[in-house]
């Protein structure tokens, strides 16, 4: 339920016009500067638009104006509906706006391509579409499906970043849950900057070729110098051959 009445500028007209209310009473209320609604006393400022009863149009009570004109330091509260009470927090698909609507299909195919670990509930959630619509372009059997493109729904305004990063983090705290593995794209996604600051910066060795860079030689070097010196010894008896005389 939103915390200022509609049609805030005809309300403060109508307020200027026709109470004693300061201007700083009725800029509180109707959710304006103080000096706008100072221009609207002066003309300069709403001129031609008609003043709106608050009072007559159920937003404010007669008992909450008296108060203020008599004590200049009161602020007005708007009118309290209880049945609107949790209003904002209904359920169901997000309402999106006809001009965007055609836009949905290109981020519903970015969030299942980017995404696959969110469900057709969060989806729907995030960009007011159906589970339908939503299957078809998972499963390519769209009929619009070789002319759409992904794009980010944020950056078409059908949500909020903070939102999508809510939906991804719940989806990864569930599959986590559920002990499914995730892959290396899933687990870029998911750690975060400052996690990934963190890690090793250099892979460890493997066990099994660990110590390799420090292997020595020494143990085969007597075997070495013992074939050298058999060779040399070899070649000597070779050339050393007996005297024709004897």
């Known amino acids: 339920m939103s915390d200022k009445p509609i049609m805030a500028k ?15 009473q009725i800029a509180d209320f109707v959710d304006m500067h103080e000096l706008e609604v100072q221009g609207i006393a002066d003309g300069d400022v709403a001129v031609g638009v008609k003043g709106f009863d608050p009072v007559a149009n159920n937003q404010l009570t007669q008992e909450e104006l008296d108060k203020a004109q008599e004590n200049p330091l009161h602020k007005l509260k708007l009118k309290f509906y209880a ?102 794209d899933e687990r870029r996604k998911l750690v975060g900057i400052e996690t990934s600051l963190g890690m090793d910066a250099e892979p460890k060795i493997p066990t099994a070729i660990e110590g390799l860079e420090t292997f020595s030689l020494s143990g085969n070097d007597e075997d070495d110098d013992q074939d050298a010196h058999d060779d040399s010894r070899d070649a000597d008896s070779f050339f050393n051959l007996p005297d024709d005389d004897e």
């Open 83 to 184: 049945a609107a009470v949790g209003e904002e927090k209904r359920r169901g698909p997000r309402y999106t706006p006809l001009s965007k609507r055609q836009d949905r299909p290109a981020s519903i195919l970015w969030l299942v391509k980017f995404h696959p670990e969110l469900t057709d509930a969060q989806v729907s959630k995030l960009v007011g579409t159906t589970k339908p619509t939503i299957q078809a372009i998972r499963e390519r059997t769209h009929w619009n499906i070789a002319n759409i493109d992904p794009i980010d729904p944020v950056a078409l305004g059908l949500c909020k970043q903070s939102e999508l990063d809510a939906a991804v983090q719940k989806a990864a705290a569930k599959k986590a849950a559920s002990g499914e593995v995730m892959n290396d």
């Open 10 to 24: 005809a309300t403060a007209v109508w307020l200027v016009d026709n109470t004693t209310l300061n201007f700083k």
